[in-house]
């Protein structure tokens, strides 16, 4: 792996893998063979799944079989090898890893963005967002809220200022990033 310009870093065991650091700086993938001193990589495997890990897993193994390879593969792992296996399927499944791995960061770190563009919302701002982003028209907005359109208009532009969004539609789907509803506004 190293020679294809990965780098990588070994553990002995299940219980060494954990006293590491759990937040690499890049895109990680793991490469873990079922029989694993101590605990199984399939346990590892659920471990990570309890603890919400979402690190690609990339199973190798002389001793698989099928039970054992539908049961990692359900658990999300990116490929299951039996040796003896090429080089290059496992490097092609370490890029697959990989590619996961930077998706999802990039998703949180975008999601991260939003919520924190979002928490500069005044609560009427958030109050008009959710109005809006249900369909609601101005005039219904300052109906339903007892103030005058131009106030809601005012509101409005400030809070696609501050989101960041270009239109209504995308306003609509950064609530829904947010997993806002009319019911759970997310006030802070």
Do not use: W, Y
């Not at 219980?15 to 759990?22: I, K, Q, R, T």
């Not at 101005?138 to 103030?147: E, R, T, V, W």
């Amino acid at each position: 792996m190293r020679t294809v310009g990965l780098d990588t870093q070994q553990f002995s065991s299940v219980s060494e893998f954990f006293d590491a650091d759990p937040h690499p700086d890049g895109p990680t993938c793991l490469v873990v063979d079922v029989r694993l001193p101590g605990r199984s990589g399939l346990e590892l495997q659920r471990e990570l799944a309890t603890a919400k890990s979402q690190l690609p897993i990339i199973f190798i193994t002389a001793h698989g079989d099928i039970p054992m390879t539908v049961q990692a593969m359900k658990g999300g792992a990116v490929e299951f090898l039996t040796k003896p296996f090429r080089d290059q399927d496992l490097l092609d499944a370490i890029a697959i890893g990989l590619a996961r791995d930077r998706s999802r960061r990039e998703s949180e770190q975008a999601l991260a963005a939003l919520r924190e563009r979002f928490d500069t919302l005044s609560s009427r701002e958030r109050e008009i967002m959710m109005k809006a982003t249900t369909g609601r028209l101005n005039k219904q907005i300052a109906n339903d809220m007892g103030i005058a359109e131009s106030t809601v208009k005012v509101h409005r532009t400030n809070l696609m200022r501050k989101m960041k969004a270009r239109s209504l539609p995308e306003l609509s789907r950064m609530a829904d990033m947010l997993k806002l509803t009319p019911e759970n506004p997310q006030r802070s």
